[in-house]
């Protein structure tokens, strides 16, 4: 008998509110928090609309620490502090040696990359900051959380593209199930809105102008954000043995690859990635009551994911609640399946369903019951939350209550 | 009263520690400035530019063999005389 993975701590942070009781409170009323990107430099950038934290919360992390991180570490850092607060766990609680951290994430510490590009190649300067190296890598948020928590387990970075928390979390079950540790942090981060990020993005023409509709007909593409979820995982019998609330359970992972093009998404490799997380978790389609999409907002995606996940639900998606919370906390990238799943577990222990925001115009393309724009009571026993990739590197989760 | 070295060395420092800290002086410990190593070498990268001097050392020793602020002063002093 393998061991059972729960969740015992969350902690968020995005547009949506810098806590993730915040997070979920934008979420259940429907509140996207899409609009101008005003407190990070575009410069000349055409594309302005995009999802970010406003102000930092005063997280009292000494500057001897912020000095050598990267956007993309603090959000996790902050995340990871508020999961493990809630989880009630204090360091020297459990042994550090069997705790660990596993953070996924999309790009890399692009701010650092930002500010030296500029001053080397703008402004003449003839160095390099000396904390560049240390902040870019995508290894970084990891291992600030670890030196954060004083988590002396397995610890290490995750990354495929917009997938990566998904593969991190499942990641991070995968070292409690094989008996390497006992308590994991897992989630995700990233802090893409700088010019250099969105300008690459520019470039594929997949941003919308305006904000991000999925499933409805008018939509135009995707916005990005920023933002980090950070997840404490914990073996059940740990965590019952300590007297721990447990606010969910993983009951299982499924990944795929489409090995077909690196931007195009096929159907069968969202599909098989479904199935897989079913059969790992011992369900069936029709246990499933909602359906947190990939929704990223594009033409394809949202057509695709409507194809690949009627196949799997087939006669029961008419009983499935699906619904993008993408339309409210945007795509941030490595972070967006570690937000999801804050979506997830209060979605099981609320019986709320959030619904997909922006939403104006259905699509014969996009015909799931896609909860526009208000939420929806309903009981929600399981919930899988879906990410694809560019890549085609697919992992699904699914959580239920315990 | 510290001299015009000391107390440029001193500004450059403040720029890098925890604002509302205590008063920097030439006996600061350097381990009690709040101030992660890495960024320590950068400020004396920054003196290297600033004096046109070349301070001999990689980042590790740069740490190792400094104990005060009054220290970094003298270092960069003695420099400063070589090349003169």
Redesign the interface.
């Known amino acids: 008998m393998r061991n059972r993975v729960v969740i015992t701590g969350l902690g968020g942070i995005c547009g949506l509110g810098t806590n993730a009781s915040a997070i979920w409170d934008g979420l259940r009323s429907g509140r996207s928090a899409i609009g101008e990107v005003t407190t990070h430099d575009l410069h000349n950038l055409k594309v302005k609309v995009g999802c970010e934290v406003k102000e930092m919360p005063d997280h009292g992390i000494p500057h001897r620490q912020t000095v050598s991180m990267d956007r993309f570490s603090l959000l996790a850092v902050i995340a990871a502090r508020e999961a493990m607060r809630q989880s009630g766990l204090v360091e020297g609680d459990a042994d550090s040696y069997r705790m660990g951290a596993v953070v996924g994430v999309g790009i890399c510490g692009w701010e650092a990359i930002e500010e030296n590009y500029r001053a080397l190649l703008l402004e003449g300067k003839n160095r390099a900051g000396i904390f560049t190296v240390p902040k870019v890598m995508p290894g970084a948020p990891a291992g600030q959380v670890s030196m954060d928590l004083g988590l002396r387990g397995p610890t290490f970075g995750v990354t495929s593209a917009c997938s990566s928390a998904n593969h991190a979390i499942a990641s991070a079950v995968d070292q409690i199930r094989l008996g390497r540790a006992d308590v994991m942090l897992a989630g995700g981060t990233d802090a893409p809105l700088s010019w250099g990020v969105l300008k690459a993005w520019e470039a594929l023409r997949v941003l919308a102008p305006d904000t991000c509709r999925p499933f409805s007909a008018d939509r135009q593409g995707l916005v990005l954000g920023e933002g980090a979820g950070m997840a404490v995982l914990e073996s059940f019998d740990h965590a019952k043995a300590r007297g721990a609330e447990i606010l969910g359970e993983i009951a299982g992972v499924g990944f795929s690859a489409d090995a077909s093009d690196i931007v195009a998404p096929t159907v069968e490799g969202p599909e098989n990635a479904m199935r897989a997380c079913l059969a790992d978790a011992g369900l069936n389609p029709e246990d499933v009551d909602y359906l947190n999409a990939h929704g990223t907002g594009t033409k394809a995606n949202d057509m695709i994911e409507t194809k690949a996940v009627k196949r799997v639900f087939g006669s029961y998606v008419k009983d499935l609640s699906v619904s993008s919370t993408k339309s409210m906390h945007a795509h941030c990238l490595g972070a967006s399946g570690a937000l999801e799943m804050i979506a997830c577990v209060n979605a099981i222990r609320e019986g709320i369903v959030p619904p997909t925001a922006n939403y104006r115009e259905p699509d014969p393309e996009c015909d799931l019951d896609i909860t526009p724009n208000t939420p929806r009571e309903r009981q929600v026993k399981v919930a899988l939350s879906n990410a694809f990739a560019f890549g085609g590197t697919n992992a699904v989760l699914a959580f239920k209550g315990v | 009263m510290a001299d015009a070295l000391t107390t440029d060395i001193i500004a450059k420092i403040k720029a890098?520690?925890?604002p509302g800290g205590e008063e920097i002086t030439a006996a600061t410990e350097l381990t009690a400035l709040?101030?992660?190593s890495?960024?320590l070498?950068?400020i004396i990268?920054d003196l290297e530019?600033d004096y046109g001097i070349e301070i001999e050392m990689n980042?590790v020793d740069a740490w190792a063999n400094l104990k005060n602020v009054g220290d970094i002063v003298a270092a960069v002093r003695a420099l400063i005389a070589k090349k003169a």
Do not use: C, D, S, V
């Open positions: 890098h520690a925890e709040g101030i992660h890495l960024e070498t950068e990268f530019e980042t």
